[in-house]
């Protein structure tokens, strides 16, 4: 049973820098497919980004997140930078087998989310 811890959200200031963790446990971290989505009041919860052998990004975050890894620490990392408003959103860690989706459902293991509010 895999286990997620997530972590780094807060308030901020638009364009401003936040740097989310999640860090796994009780599975082999390597064969996963580790995702952020975020959900927004009202609204469905979407993938941001995700990485194991390939990186994907919506088309809302190119350019200004980054998704990381560390292997030995069995942990992911997303770098929020220039933060906008619309940014806002609980996100969450999430992990499913081998193959990155973008649909929440095919996604296996969650973390407990955290916020992040971006401030105009």
């Known amino acids: 049973q895999v286990q997620l811890q997530d972590s780094g959200g807060g308030l901020v200031q638009a364009g401003g820098s936040l740097r989310l963790s999640c860090t796994a446990s009780g599975g082999t971290f390597s064969t996963y497919v580790m995702g952020w989505f975020r959900q927004a009041p009202g609204k469905e919860r979407e993938l941001v980004a995700a990485?194991?052998?390939?990186?994907y990004y919506a088309d809302s975050v190119k350019g200004r997140f980054t998704i990381s890894r560390d292997y030995a620490g069995n942990t992911v990392y997303l770098q929020m930078n220039s933060l906008k408003p619309e940014d806002t959103a609980v996100y969450y860690c999430?992990?499913?087998?081998?193959?990155?989706?973008?649909?929440?459902?095919?996604?296996?293991?969650w973390g407990q989310g955290t916020q992040v509010t971006v401030s105009s």
């Open positions: 999430a992990a499913r087998q081998l193959v990155v989706s973008t649909r929440a459902s095919e996604y296996d293991y």
């Open positions: 990485i194991r052998r390939t990186i």
